[in-house]
């Protein structure tokens, strides 16, 4: 049987490569990678750290480039790869561009699509923009739906996607994690090379969101900068997005703190060891919200809602809003009440065990094997 995987950021890499790797290593399936490179230079660093070599390279990747032009790029530049190898089915994951215009063009070309991910919903179409429709759109596409938690489920079955078609996994990203945080490690980065871990409680900031851009973020990182200054012993390590807008709002409000560290984006084995090692975190990214409970870190997460409700219940995850006011206090608790803060670093993640990638082959051997 021939599966067909395709991704284009670095979110999805990290989340794909270990199932790529299972698919790649089992005799009765015939694996062909395909990137679209809707991020370039954070894809070549996954690809390269998890040994992946893709089949197919759209290289789609332009300066400035819109959703439209992404979509447009996508859509004609997987066609012929899709006429070409004819897989069985082919397997996108979560909520980007590349994933929805990927199962669309699939679907014109009627191969079944997999959906990696699938079932994460906040009822709101414009936040997360546009990955809240990308998902919804690529959920009524797929066939099959690779769900990582029983809410994941429960989204899909209240969408009338048939139960058959559903498989409870687990996230692979946890698979991804501990492969990669199992390794020893030192930083190539003087600036993390010189951070005290013992010494110091370092906290990791994300933050990039479309939704965030603006008032959002200078509210988040206002946030950020009066904490720094109220604690000597913080030391605050944001790898700033390559966005430019992004890294001019950073570079305003926090460039002249001297516990402040903006730094180029990391690659995901240092950023891994970066998580491990720090006090808590503050981000907008989904999968961190999965990754950071595995390392027993606290997660305060800046936007206004969260599509992994699961780690809000289960106590590892603070929905922090946007605003200046909330972010700080929430992450002045964590540094002044012990209690709150073991709360939240021992609570149990809801995201699975690692082993994901191994129902996900399973499932797909057993549906092709129906056919």
């Known amino acids: 049987m021939k599966i067909m995987t395709v991704f284009g950021t670095r979110p999805e890499a990290i989340k794909m490569a270990p199932l790529v790797k299972k698919l790649n290593e089992d005799p009765e399936i015939q694996s062909v990678l395909c990137v679209t490179a ?189 904490i720094a200054a109220e604690f000597e012993d913080v030391e605050v390590v944001y790898p700033v997005h390559l966005n430019p807008k992004v890294r001019g709002t950073a570079s305003a409000i926090l460039g002249d703190s001297s516990n402040v560290h903006l730094i180029e984006p990391l690659q995901y084995q240092p950023f891994v060891n970066l998580m491990a090692r720090s006090y808590f975190i503050i981000t907008d990214s989904g999968g961190m919200q999965e990754e950071a409970p595995s390392l027993g870190k606290p997660v305060l997460v800046v936007r206004k809602e969260t599509e992994r409700p699961e780690a809000v219940e289960a106590g590892t995850v603070k929905l922090a809003g946007v605003e200046r006011d909330t972010i700080y206090a929430l992450a002045k608790q964590l540094l002044t009440d012990k209690e709150a803060y073991e709360a939240m670093a021992q609570a149990a993640n809801p995201y699975g065990d690692g082993t994901a990638c191994d129902k996900i082959v399973a499932a797909l051997k057993q549906r092709l094997a129906e056919k």
């Not at 290289?59 to 190898?85: H, R």
């Not at 990582?148 to 989204?155: D, E, K, M, V, Y």
């Not at 199992?182 to 994300?206: A, M, S, W």
């Open 38 to 226: 809707q991020h370039r230079q954070m894809l070549d660093q996954v690809l390269e750290l998890f040994e992946l070599t893709p089949d197919y390279d759209l290289n789609i990747m332009k300066p400035n480039q819109t959703i439209s032009m992404i979509t447009a790029n996508v859509l004609t530049g997987i066609e012929p790869v899709l006429q070409k190898e004819k897989p069985d089915m082919v397997l996108v994951h979560g909520d980007t561009s590349t994933t929805f215009v990927t199962a669309l063009a699939a679907f014109y070309q009627q191969i079944p699509v997999g959906h990696v991910e699938a079932g994460l919903r906040t009822y709101d179409k414009y936040s997360p923009f546009p990955e809240e429709i990308n998902r919804v759109l690529t959920g009524h596409i797929a066939a099959l739906h690779f769900a990582p938690t029983q809410r994941n489920r429960n989204n899909l079955l209240a969408e009338r996607i048939c139960e058959e078609d559903i498989v409870l996994t687990g996230n692979t990203v946890i698979d991804a994690l501990l492969q990669v945080a199992d390794k020893p490690y030192e930083f190539e980065d003087e600036t993390l090379r010189q951070l005290d871990f013992q010494k110091k409680r370092v906290i990791t900031v994300t933050c990039h969101r479309r939704e965030n851009l603006g008032e959002h973020m200078e509210h988040i990182f206002s946030a950020i900068r009066d």
